[in-house]
């Protein structure tokens, strides 16, 4: 089937603006991971899910970044009024299991812009 | 706290010509680690992994690392690198303790291949 999907895959906002950025998993993938990439460092992890369950949030920047996952499939990221150093790639990434949660399928990114 | 070190930001190499990229890490546990590749525009593949065992892993794309505890290195070597492997490479290192599939990366080589 299809790998990890994320839309949109590139976001400009203003300063201030709220946006949402949206993952779509591997079907039948249990875990999924969201994380932070800036420009020319490697991904920063944000928070994690197993199922509708959000495990682990301590990568979470500040209380503007929410994220959810409703019915234990697709995972939106919200941020709300974006400031210049949200700007980042943002990736998604899934994994069957707890048991295989290291074995992760990272989806493209979206690429963030805050003017 | 766990940490990677990629002492070598960028790195450029003739096609044909052996490759090795360093990786080193901070981790009071045997850790879980990871190689993965991100090429322009595209999400991160992963390239191999080490849980324990065997210290030299095989991996995709004829890659291989060799895992050396005395050292806390995993380095990622090539014989005969090609034109294709030009791209961005990660070293990362699984939170080990808790299972979750937290990966710690690295700041990232960048591969360039002289024809």
């Known amino acids: 089937g299809a790998g990890v999907s994320q839309s949109p895959r590139y976001k400009v906002a203003k300063r201030g603006q709220d946006v949402a950025l949206r993952c779509d998993p591997i079907?039948?993938?249990?875990?999924l991971f969201w994380y932070q990439q800036a420009l020319g460092q490697g991904p920063e992890f944000l928070t994690y899910f197993q199922n509708e369950a959000q495990l682990d949030k301590s990568g979470l920047p500040s209380d503007r970044f929410f994220a959810e996952r409703p019915e234990g499939s697709v995972s939106t990221l919200k941020i709300q009024r974006t400031q210049q150093e949200d700007s980042a790639v943002y990736l998604c990434?899934?994994?069957?299991?707890?048991?295989?949660?290291?074995?992760?399928?990272f989806g493209p990114g979206t690429r963030l812009t805050v003017t | 706290a766990q940490s990677v070190t990629q002492p070598d930001i960028h790195i450029t190499v003739s096609e044909g010509a052996s490759l090795e990229l360093r990786c080193n890490y901070s981790?009071?546990?045997?850790?879980?680690l990871f190689w993965y590749v991100q090429s322009p525009g595209q999400g991160l593949q992963l390239l191999l992994k080490y849980f324990s065992g065997d210290t030299l892993v095989q991996g995709i794309k004829g890659f291989e690392a060799e895992f050396k505890r005395s050292q806390s290195s995993f380095n990622l070597r090539k014989p005969s690198v090609h034109w294709s492997d030009a791209a961005e490479y990660f070293c990362a290192v699984g939170h080990g303790s808790s299972n979750t599939g937290k990966l710690i990366f690295g700041q990232g080589t960048t591969l360039q291949v002289k024809p």
């Open positions: 079907s039948g993938h249990v875990s």
């Open positions: 981790y009071g546990a045997t850790p879980y």
């Open positions: 990434a899934s994994s069957w299991s707890l048991d295989r949660a290291y074995e992760q399928y």
